[in-house]
């Protein structure tokens, strides 16, 4: 294996790092240099393990030869082919292989590159399908506090994270609003799977029905598990009435699994897991490993058929990407899903979620810990937030896990985690131990 040696001259100025502190970050990088397996090799030849799976992508784990070859084959093969008007075998043989592990009924699949713009794309496939089949009045899009759809201007007016928001004010669209959130420390603390308390919080859509009136709203637009904003699992029965009350009002239901798809949560998606069907579903990293930008969006038949064969319907949806079905992306993707079958990976998750909650939930007495939440492979341990300096307590344990050879994800005062879905009982525990070391310290 090569490890690629960082000089020492580095400058690190030009490049604008995304979601980080620049400054901070500057003043003392750290800096991944290789990565195999469960683990990162650090610049400086120190082991790290992977409790996010990068960026909840690398579900397969890292280095994967399998993924690698079929991407230098495409490279070699077809670098390039546009989807528009023109196709290539490998996006009808991926869309079809996605296709047969899609909950019920969603088996239309269109691509993307990323979790953005497959939010996007599903918000305004939502709009042109109302409009298609005569409701066009349907405009309103509906989101959740605290939920995370991306970027895009769709995704970021949706999106329910202030920060994510606040400073892009005019990006918010006309017409977005926001069913409250279900996170509830007073009642629902260190819950083990799903909290018991709040699944009346769904009838929140109510209240926005009586406000807007129903014929206004196209859809609404859920993580089933919130994961940027520290891991946030559903109480009990919330996602059964969420669906519930969208059909009775004709609201699309959309779950964004660009987090939870693909074997998170021990199923092939929370669909499967909370035995709900959304309308529309979107997704990315874990489509391919996150090597290569993929993200697709799964539709009903009826959407499609809607927007393709319906009385008013268009003959084509304007709407794509240049990359859309990318042929690399495509190659990536189906070699993640031959080592997904292969390996039993998008359920494997259900024989480990047990020990990886009961993992977590032993950190319940370290100092300072207010809650821990998992559910299937995800895991979140949260921490009080220093009065005077919100988040500084969780960056000073993530910077100690990095030093002690763990990489989590901060979340604010929370770690977000999410090992690839190759993990073992003994990297469980190796992950478990660090964090609560560095918690130890860091009090
Ligand atoms: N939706 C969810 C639930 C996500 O977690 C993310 C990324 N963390 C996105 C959308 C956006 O994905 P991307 O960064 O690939 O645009």
Not at 102 to 124: C, H, Q, V, W, Y
Request: hydrophobic share 40%.
């Amino acid at each position: 294996m090569t490890v690629h040696q960082i000089p020492n001259t580095l400058q690190l100025e030009s490049f604008w790092m995304p979601f980080t502190a620049n400054r901070q970050f500057k003043a003392a990088p750290r800096m991944f240099a290789s990565a195999q397996g469960m683990y990162y090799t650090t610049e400086d030849g120190r082991k790290v393990i992977d409790g996010s799976a990068g960026l909840w992508c690398t579900n397969a784990g890292h280095g994967r030869r399998e993924i690698a070859s079929a991407v230098e084959k495409q490279l070699t093969t077809l670098d390039f082919a546009p989807a528009f008007q023109m196709g290539h075998p490998l996006a009808f043989e991926f869309a079809n292989r996605l296709a047969e592990i899609a909950p019920a009924g969603l088996d239309r699949i269109f691509f993307t590159n990323s979790g953005s713009e497959s939010g996007d794309t599903a918000l305004k496939i939502a709009l042109a399908y109302h409009r298609a089949n005569g409701q066009a009045s349907r405009t309103r899009l509906i989101g959740r506090e605290r939920g995370y759809h991306g970027v895009g201007f769709g995704g970021t007016s949706v999106g329910g994270m202030v920060n994510n928001r606040r400073a892009f004010t005019s990006a918010q669209l006309p017409g977005t609003d926001h069913i409250r959130h279900t996170h509830d420390l007073a009642r629902n603390a260190f819950s083990k799977d799903l909290p018991e308390h709040g699944a009346e919080l769904a009838d929140d859509i109510e209240r926005l029905v009586a406000l807007h009136g129903a014929d206004t709203i196209a859809a609404v637009i859920v993580e089933p598990v919130p994961g940027s904003t520290g891991v946030l699992p559903p109480p009990k029965g919330y996602l059964q009435r969420l669906r519930e009350l969208c059909t009775k009002h004709g609201i699309l239901l959309i779950f964004d699994e660009v987090i939870t798809g693909f074997g998170r949560l021990g199923t092939p998606f929370a669909a499967n897991y909370f035995g709900v069907t959304p309308d529309l579903m979107t997704t990315a990293k874990g489509i391919t490993n996150g090597t290569v930008p993929c993200g697709a969006v799964f539709a009903s038949r009826t959407i499609y058929d809607g927007l393709m064969t319906g009385p008013e319907s268009q003959i084509e949806l304007f709407h794509g990407y240049t990359y859309s079905a990318h042929p690399v992306a495509c190659a990536a993707g189906i070699a993640t899903l031959d080592i997904y079958k292969n390996e039993g990976l998008l359920t494997r998750g259900a024989s480990l979620s047990d020990y990886w909650r009961d993992a977590l939930h032993a950190l319940k007495d370290l100092p300072n810990v207010i809650d821990i939440r998992n559910c299937g492979l995800m895991g979140a341990v949260e921490l009080a937030p220093r009065k005077d300096a919100p988040a500084a307590r969780g960056y000073d344990v993530m910077v100690d896990c990095f030093n002690r050879g763990l990489y989590l994800r901060q979340s604010g005062d929370a770690f977000a985690m999410s090992p690839p879905l190759i993990v073992e009982k003994n990297q469980i525990d190796e992950i478990v131990s660090i964090l609560s070391d560095a918690i130890k310290r860091v009090a």
